[in-house]
């Protein structure tokens, strides 16, 4: 098998788990590693049964062997540098040089067998988030399974018994093993035509994540719940996620995975898509109704799909809007509104580098290009062809072209809009604005009143 050939023009590089012996390497499916966050193309199955095979955002998809009739993967539990976007990067944990790790494809009715190989400082385990498999394989460290000790292999053996959108990652020390990325997708597809399971021409997949990384640092606060300061999709955070790029007319489904502290309601410009599945399998017609925000909660997969039928560069986000943002200060104060005439000069004879932020909002912040801590990105950023986008973090853009050829994920560029279809500023006269009538002169104004306790109790 000449793996090579897998990635067109994707970076990878074959590495020994040092800890396994070579005898038991030579039974080892040649574990594969990607150097690179870009998207990789699809990787079309050599062998086995074939299928429509996903795009993982900047991610890739896992090569396997054939051994007997046997699917063999090779996964390799491990610490890697992940680029958050250019100009950051994180010390993460990972699988095969990724965070998260490579994507498992697998078709319906296929017999499995998987090597999970720890090169982590601590034991490990790796559960199948939603698969039908016997008990002893679920991968829950001190229930099912005894602990991957630090340079031991496992091996997991079952059948993908059902079609669908799952996920992996440990059920061993969780909160700090997730909580560093370990984390994959995995898409087992169906082995026929399933009444509930479109055939599509693009296929896409990614995880969402988060992480609280200090500016100047590069290793998360693990211990973080909720103030998270990087909101990610497969580690990546705008303008370093790429675009979902499509041929105009396509039947596009994206599938997503929810594995951060909280719900995200994933928004989709200029198209409406139906909801069709999630971990627990494709759903019900009857419940798939037009959205073009559906909320994932915290452990959960949704797929959505619809037809690009409309041609130009459309946003696709979270609509939490400081999820798509960078690093930020929670605790700056507002200061919409704020005088400071005369006070900056005051304050910059003892602070020479200070100056006034967000008296008029914080869109003038992107605009400045502030030096900023190594090792961190700026709150918004990237720019597009009519200027700053003024977002980061859970943010990129469904490109769709008619120009778009079948089966080409490259960027196409910016959208030119025809003539005539875009806002534009309007130099004509203008009708007053309609305003709320004042209330009556003689009406008496609320008269609010201040009761300082004088003890907690009443608290």
């Avoid at 959108?165 to 087992?188: L, R």
């Avoid at 030096?371 to 003024?390: F, K, S």
């Avoid at 806002?423 to 004509?428: F, L, M, N, P």
Wanted: charged share 20%; glycine share 10%.
């Amino acid at each position: 098998m000449n793996r090579r050939n897998f990635f067109s023009g994707a970076a990878m590089t074959a590495v020994a788990a040092a800890s396994v012996s070579k005898v038991a390497m030579a039974a080892l499916p040649e574990p594969v590693l990607m150097d690179k966050p870009d998207t990789a193309p699809p990787l079309l199955p050599p062998n086995g049964r074939p299928y429509n095979p996903v795009v993982t955002l900047n991610g890739w998809t896992l090569p396997w062997r054939m051994n007997n009739g046997v699917k063999e993967f090779h996964l390799v539990a491990e610490p890697v540098v992940r680029e958050i976007a250019p100009g950051m990067r994180a010390t993460l944990w990972g699988y095969n040089g990724q965070s998260p790790g490579p994507t498992i494809e697998v078709v319906e009715g296929d017999r499995l067998r998987i090597f999970v190989t720890n090169k982590l400082p601590e034991h490990t385990t790796m559960h199948w988030h939603g698969q039908r498999l016997p008990n002893g394989m679920d991968g829950v460290g001190g229930l099912t399974q005894p602990q991957i000790p630090v340079g031991k292999t496992f091996v997991y053996e079952f059948v993908a018994r059902r079609p669908g959108t799952f996920m992996y990652h440990p059920h061993a020390d969780e909160m700090t093993q997730m909580a560093m990325g370990m984390m994959g997708f995995w898409v087992t597809h169906p082995k026929a035509k399933h009444p509930l399971i479109s055939e599509v021409q693009r296929d896409f997949c990614f995880l969402l994540n988060a992480f609280d990384i200090e500016p100047g640092s590069s290793t998360p606060k693990i211990n973080t719940m909720l103030d998270f300061n990087l909101w990610t999709w497969n580690s990546r955070a705008f303008p370093g996620i790429d675009s979902l790029n499509v041929r105009l007319g396509d039947k596009v489904r994206i599938r997503v995975g929810n594995l951060t502290m909280t719900n995200h309601p994933i928004h989709l410009h200029g198209h409406e898509f139906a909801v069709t599945g999630s971990d627990g399998g494709p759903w019900p017609l009857a419940a798939r109704v037009p959205e073009v925000t559906t909320d994932i909660g915290v452990g959960q997969m949704r797929q959505v799909e619809f037809v690009a039928d409309e041609e130009g560069d459309w946003a696709f986000h979270c609509h939490k809007s400081h999820h798509t943002m960078n690093p930020m200060g929670h605790a700056v104060p507002t200061m919409i509104g704020v005088d400071h005439r005369g006070l900056v000069q005051k304050i910059q004879k003892l602070v020479p580098d200070y100056m006034v932020m967000g008296e008029r909002g914080m869109a003038d912040m992107g605009e400045m290009e502030m030096p900023i801590p190594d090792n961190t990105l700026p709150m918004m950023t990237g720019a597009g062809p009519y200027g700053p986008v003024e977002m980061g973090g859970m943010f990129t853009t469904l490109k769709v072209r008619k120009t778009q050829k079948p089966g080409d994920y490259r960027d196409p560029g910016w959208f030119k809009q025809p003539a005539g279809t875009r806002a534009y500023e309007w130099r004509g006269a203008l009708p007053e604005p309609k305003r709320p009538v004042a209330p009556a002169a003689s009406a008496a104004p609320t008269e609010l009143k201040a009761v300082k306790p004088t003890s907690h109790s009443s608290h």
